[in-house]
């Protein structure tokens, strides 16, 4: 048992990054709580733009669920009102391996608002309702491919004002880049490389056993084997798939489940804490050789650490609880009916 507890470095595969485990640093496990998270939006929900009722005091919507609906909606897709890329401005031609330092900000940055009730967070949705906002996800992405200058979409959301959110109003967003990220790209290098040693891909192999959280019929979660973060949680497609937005119906609403006991499962473990939650998708054009080990997953981060100095010097990760002990605590959360 002493060996397990002692210091511990794992390379994780997919991002080829390595992980420091330093399970001294750390209380119990099982003590790991969040801090009560100040939103520093403290509209209420009359004066919030993002409820039901205010859909003018917002940017331009682009969609909403159910489309022929006036006014009782389930989910708004609306432009950002404070964006960081604008599709006003030319489309920059960037080509692969040089070009120019500096282009002009061209993509596109929405706003997912995932319920028209304030108080209501995502992990409060039912399944079916969390299934809705993630095709809402999968619809956004689709138009956005239409855009030929738009190579890399990211989905992702904030909650809590220490992960991130500005607005305590439960929402996401969407950003098309003219570009592919360089982490992106690393870990589609990583995963590359992993397949040329192996011939498999990572994703399809990822460890269950004692990191497994939970299961549905189309879907695993798991503290990946070299998380970065204390309870971090991947949901990862048992059939392989490169790209998100081929997500259909059926499997819509079984991540909806699946993503909604994982939240839950957060909130109660370690009192509600800010999260980010990102989905890790392939870039929009592939070359079809690329498929073979670009596999997208959710990735869900609670935000109970601090990034310090060592982080930031050397790219490698301090994480005070070891995965197998995250997962073990997560599945036994109980979650109420």
């Given at each position: 048992?002493?060996?397990?507890?002692?210091?511990?470095?794992?390379?994780?595969?997919?991002?080829?990054?390595?992980?420091?485990?330093?399970?001294?640093?750390?209380?119990?496990?099982?003590?790991?709580?969040?801090?009560?998270?100040?939103?520093?939006?403290?509209?209420?929900?009359?004066?919030?733009?993002?409820?039901?009722?205010?859909?003018?005091?917002?940017?331009?919507?682009?969609?909403?669920?159910?489309?022929?609906?006036?006014?009782?909606?389930?989910?708004?897709?609306?432009?950002?009102?404070?964006?960081?890329l604008t599709?006003?401005?030319?489309?920059?031609?960037?080509?692969?391996?040089?070009?120019?330092?500096?282009?002009?900000?061209?993509?596109?940055?929405?706003?997912?608002?995932?319920?028209?009730?304030?108080?209501?967070?995502?992990?409060?949705?039912?399944?079916?309702?969390?299934?809705?906002?993630?095709?809402?996800?999968?619809?956004?992405?689709?138009?956005?491919?239409?855009?030929?200058?738009?190579?890399?979409?990211?989905?992702?959301?904030?909650?809590?004002?220490?992960?991130?959110?500005?607005?305590?109003?439960?929402?996401?967003?969407?950003?098309?880049?003219?570009?592919?990220?360089?982490?992106?790209?690393?870990?589609?290098?990583?995963?590359?490389?992993?397949?040329?040693?192996?011939?498999?891909?990572?994703?399809?192999?990822?460890?269950?056993?004692?990191?497994?959280?939970?299961?549905?019929?189309?879907?695993?979660?798991?503290?990946?084997?070299?998380?970065?973060?204390?309870?971090?949680?991947?949901?990862?497609?048992?059939?392989?798939s490169s790209?998100?937005?081929?997500?259909?119906?059926?499997?819509?609403?079984d991540l909806?489940?699946?993503?909604?006991?994982?939240?839950?499962?957060?909130?109660?473990?370690?009192?509600?804490?800010?999260?980010?939650?990102?989905?890790?998708?392939?870039?929009?054009?592939?070359?079809?050789?690329?498929?073979?080990?670009?596999?997208?997953?959710?990735?869900?981060?609670?935000?109970?650490?601090?990034?310090?100095?060592?982080?930031?010097?050397?790219?490698?990760?301090?994480?005070?609880?070891?995965?197998?002990?995250?997962?073990?605590?997560?599945?036994?959360?109980?979650?109420?009916?």
């Amino acid at each position: 048992m002493a060996a397990s507890r002692s210091s511990q470095l794992r390379k994780d595969a997919v991002h080829n990054r390595w992980v420091i485990f330093s399970p001294a640093r750390a209380r119990r496990p099982s003590d790991f709580k969040a801090k009560p998270d100040q939103n520093p939006n403290t509209k209420t929900q009359i004066e919030c733009p993002f409820c039901a009722g205010h859909e003018h005091e917002c940017a331009p919507e682009i969609f909403r669920f159910p489309p022929e609906s006036a006014s009782d909606w389930s989910v708004r897709v609306i432009q950002n009102l404070y964006p960081a890329l604008t599709p006003d401005l030319e489309p920059p031609n960037i080509v692969c391996g040089g070009g120019p330092a500096m282009v002009t900000g061209f993509g596109f940055h929405d706003v997912v608002i995932e319920s028209p009730a304030h108080p209501i967070h995502l992990a409060d949705l039912s399944p079916t309702q969390v299934a809705d906002v993630l095709l809402a996800y999968k619809k956004r992405i689709e138009q956005l491919r239409t855009f030929g200058s738009i190579k890399y979409v990211q989905v992702f959301k904030n909650h809590g004002a220490s992960a991130g959110a500005s607005m305590s109003h439960s929402h996401s967003q969407i950003m098309g880049l003219p570009i592919i990220p360089p982490l992106a790209s690393a870990r589609i290098q990583s995963m590359k490389e992993h397949f040329d040693q192996t011939g498999k891909c990572g994703l399809c192999e990822v460890r269950q056993d004692d990191l497994l959280v939970d299961e549905s019929a189309h879907f695993i979660s798991v503290v990946p084997f070299a998380a970065m973060h204390p309870f971090e949680i991947w949901i990862v497609p048992r059939d392989h798939s490169s790209h998100f937005h081929n997500i259909d119906n059926d499997k819509a609403s079984d991540l909806g489940s699946l993503l909604k006991r994982m939240l839950m499962k957060v909130c109660l473990q370690l009192n509600n804490p800010p999260y980010n939650l990102m989905i890790h998708s392939g870039p929009l054009e592939m070359e079809s050789t690329q498929l073979a080990f670009t596999h997208w997953f959710i990735q869900i981060v609670p935000q109970l650490t601090v990034m310090g100095g060592f982080e930031l010097g050397t790219g490698c990760y301090i994480n005070p609880v070891l995965p197998e002990d995250a997962a073990k605590l997560l599945r036994e959360v109980t979650i109420p009916n």
